[in-house]
């Protein structure tokens, strides 16, 4: 029989990936109905192949109610490779302050001119009108855990903010944020949509209502 040499899926497999396939097509159903939020966290979904494991819906709105308090009233963010807090604060789009995201991923470029293409190994490859010490307050999750990945993130961090930093990242990286950013270590503990192996801590350099 000619079909011998084909793979053939076991029935748990196909049931699985028969499943799959339904949840794609109730979420792009989702997305086309009239309710859809473009900003809901995890309406672009996570590339586990670019480090993308999106916070939880509890802990984004966390962060970003932190962003807002620290930033202050007509307060300019940016969040580093931290789309869900982006997607968070734009969800209170009738509050004053203004927001950006700087992203490798291009998905996040549907959100106009609020996206910055943004590569961590080039850290200072920002458009000229991304003005230096602009931001009331930058929020970064560097996408990888590892020192060469914080050092390059933390430019691009000391390039945008007027002082305050909120950084997201492994409880492993504590020493390095505190060797390149001065930030120290917060009680709030981030949990993430999916559970990771690592843990993940918030560090600041300002007085914040994280601990």
Not at 10 to 29: P, T
Not at 102 to 127: A, C, T
Not at 158 to 181: D, F, P, R, V
Request: hydrophobic share 35%; charged share 25%.
């Amino acid at each position: 029989d000619d079909d011998d040499d084909i793979p053939q899926l076991s029935s748990h497999a196909l049931a699985a990936l028969q499943e799959f396939y339904l949840e794609q097509q109730q979420r792009e159903g989702m997305k086309t109905s009239q309710g859809f939020n473009q900003y809901s966290v995890g309406s672009i979904e996570e590339d586990w192949q670019l480090s993308q494991f999106w916070y939880s819906d509890e802990t984004a709105s966390c962060l970003a109610n932190e962003a807002l308090v620290a930033a202050g009233k007509g307060g300019r963010i940016a969040c580093v490779s931290a789309p869900s807090v982006y997607q968070k604060l734009k969800e209170q789009d009738g509050k004053d302050f203004s927001v950006c995201i700087l992203e490798y991923d291009r998905r996040f470029s549907v959100y106009g001119e609020e996206f910055i293409f943004y590569d961590y190994n080039h850290p200072l490859n920002l458009p000229e009108n991304l003005l230096p010490h602009s931001f009331d307050i930058v929020i970064a999750d560097p996408p990888y855990l590892s020192e060469e990945c914080l050092q390059k993130t933390a430019e691009t961090i000391k390039y945008l903010t007027k002082g305050k930093i909120l950084l997201c990242t492994g409880a492993i990286m504590e020493e390095q944020a505190a060797k390149h950013l001065g930030v120290k270590i917060c009680k709030f503990i981030p949990k993430h949509s999916r559970n990771l192996a690592n843990e993940f801590r918030c560090y600041v350099n300002y007085a914040s209502g994280l601990d």
